[in-house]
């Protein structure tokens, strides 16, 4: 089993400074390998179809539309599903939350959480971007949250690779970019989430 994550928006809770609303983190995963390799590959075929360079990196905040719904309806089709947690920042309480890392840690062991009774042996890919203290210290924390102390192995490992060559972790940048467009008040904000309706298994609103 392959897991991937991403996220969107910002952990800082500065609301009249610049920082986001909502902290979105995204859970996809492919449950047969063999899926994964043909995601894979249609996303690498659906760069060609668009006219985009071989390592041109899909991210859904620096796409139009147009090709925002190409993407998504191109993999649509193959066998993976999603979980997402949408922080919702103006609600939280308690100092905890002010500390960046460990406010993205926690929701990311949310988001594990939910996807819990769903994950088997998983190997865990996260995108290598930031810190990599920080990234090591985060699969560290994922294992012992998730993992039970009788030998349960929800997640097997946790890898760290660079979204611009990996075009899985794009996918995940792609499917939280659909999910936090559909908690704006923009013209499409429900366009790109519905054609991933069927993939979606729980998107969690906390606190309410």
Known sequence: MLVFIDESGDPGLKLNAGSSDYFIVTLVAFEDNEEALAADQRIEALKGELGLPPEF??????????????????????????????????????????????????????????????????????????SREFRRQLGSYLRKRVNEPSGSRFIRKV?????????????????????ARSYTRKDDAQRYRRLIAHREIYVQFWPK
Request: aromatic share 14%; hydrophobic share 40%.
């Open 159 to 179: 890898k760290v690779q660079d979204s611009r060559k990996n075009n899985l972790v794009q996918l995940a940048d792609m499917v939280c970019g659909a999910v």
């Open 57 to 130: 990196e899909f991210k859904f905040n620096k796409l139009k539309g147009d090709n925002r719904e190409a993407f998504l309806s191109a993999v649509a089709g193959h066998g993976w599903f999603y979980f997402s947690i949408v922080i919702n920042k103006r609600k939280l309480t308690g100092p905890g939350f002010r500390f960046k890392e460990s406010f993205y840690k926690y929701t990311c062991g949310l988001v594990f959480e939910n996807a819990k009774p769903h994950l088997d042996q998983a190997t865990v890919v996260i995108d290598g971007s930031g």
